[in-house]
């Protein structure tokens, strides 16, 4: 069912900061920020031959990542994106087997502008499981 | 200087659970369950078209992951590894710019027997850093 990891994404408290260490220490290709208000988030992503990084900065009081760094003061991998073919397809075939969907269970589009879900870490080995239409 | 990322490494209690989760709950390729005594871990690659996630359990008291599961009840995302194309080159950059490895600095053989070197999460974002030879 999943398919490629879309990307990891990577909470920080400092966007600029962040983008510098990938850009200028360990020499990736970044991107420029955006701000994603809806998402509460901002992002840079950096680009790898076979996927991307998501670099996260909260943005604005009610960021869905202010809890994480909360706990990860130095930030930390926040979550995995995978794609898969069809989104509500592969909703109904998790919950058909007990796992549990974040939220309302309707897929939302997410940053890329695609269909998205997230899943429950308790499911799936402490790890937070995004979800995201190929 | 960093490529392909390599892999994803999310650290289990149960690596038959989560090899179960990853094969028919999330329908992904799983290899067989391989023990590494020389690293301290029992490791499963979950084969992605671009990539793999890493299963490790531990393996005996002095495993490198018993500290994280400590802290991470659920386990969860351990490290990432990028690719480079000459380690010794990439480490001697990365101190250059104050970044810190971790151990003795040189390069150990990994669990896919390629020179490995880890990397301080301080320095990082919060996140430790696998770096493989290509």
Known sequence: MIGR????AIAVRDIAAASRIYRDTLGARVSEAVA???HGVTTV???LPNT?????????????INKFLERNADG???????????IL???D?????????????????????KPVLFLHPKDFCGTLVELEQA
Do not use: W
């Not at 991307?52 to 869905?64: C, F, Q």
């Open 76 to 86: 930390g991998i926040h979550h995995v994106c995978y794609e898969v073919d069809d």
């Open 89 to 91: 397809a592969a909703r």
């Open 5 to 8: 990891l879309n990307h990891v």
């Open 52 to 64: 991307k990084i998501e670099l996260l900065e909260p943005l604005g009081d009610g960021s869905p």
């Open 36 to 38: 994603q208000p809806e």
């Open 93 to 113: 075939r998790l919950l058909a087997t007990g796992a549990r969907v974040l939220g309302s269970g309707e897929p939302k589009i997410g940053a890329h502008g």
């Open 45 to 47: 992503f950096v680009e």
